[in-house]
């Protein structure tokens, strides 16, 4: 059985938007990484896409539109 663990998530960004980034989320006292993580969570909700949230490992399931 295959262990559950976090997976990396790399992205190139300018440094200007990145330090604004840095900034913003220290002046409301999270770390980039939650607030990338939070928004990430709600971006899959946003679009009906369910993760079992008691797993590393992401179990997706699409809402069924009607």
Request: some cysteine.
């Amino acid at each position: 059985m295959e262990e559950d663990k976090a997976a990396r998530f790399t992205i190139l960004i300018d440094a200007e938007r990145k330090k604004a980034f840095d900034d913003l989320c220290a002046s409301k006292d999270v770390t980039s990484s939650q607030m990338i993580r939070q928004l990430i969570r709600q971006y899959l909700d946003q679009h009906g896409v369910r993760v079992d949230a008691g797993s590393m490992r992401a179990r997706t399931q699409r809402k069924v539109r009607k």
